[in-house]
């Protein structure tokens, strides 16, 4: 949002909106398109479905809204609903094997979603995409399947045929391993 004013806006109109104002709802489209369009367009290569992808998350959005008991996350809320529309429209529209630098935007995006990354955080992650690259594939699969398919660690034993305290060690080894390498990266850039 822009300012706290924006914010109250957005609050009033979300709380309008649930209460049946639809006019509410279509300032809430005006006070967030523009963002939501940037924010689906700078994660997607195909920018003739922005649009499509924009007004779907908008029309789930209206179809939920009595979900959100905090108006203030109405705009990371819809920002949610973007990002599962875009891993969906992945799925359907990429080959199967995702283009690499799009795995690392989608870790990037599920760990932000998640909180684990702020979206004001300044860490450069310049080093995370040559770090990834240099897993063996088995551990690409692994990192791609839990973080960006959503699998858990459950489904994940299943699909690779190991036992839960193996897959959790897998996972383990494998985040330990691309945060040396970033740290070595970032350190030998300093010297």
Known sequence: MENKADEKDVCAHVKAAQAGDRSAFSKLVQLNQRYLRAFIASRTEYTQDVDDLAQEAFILAYGNLKKIDDPAVFRSWLTGIALNLIRNHRRKHLRSTPHEPDIIQELLDAQQ???????????????????????????????RDHYVEGFSVKQLCEKFTVKHSTMTMRLYRCREWLRDCIIKQQQGESE
């Open 113 to 143: 979603l998640s909180g684990s990354i702020s979206t004001e955080d300044t860490t450069d992650f310049t080093g995370l995409s040559g770090c990834f690259l240099m897993l063996e594939p088995d551990q690409q699969a692994i990192l």
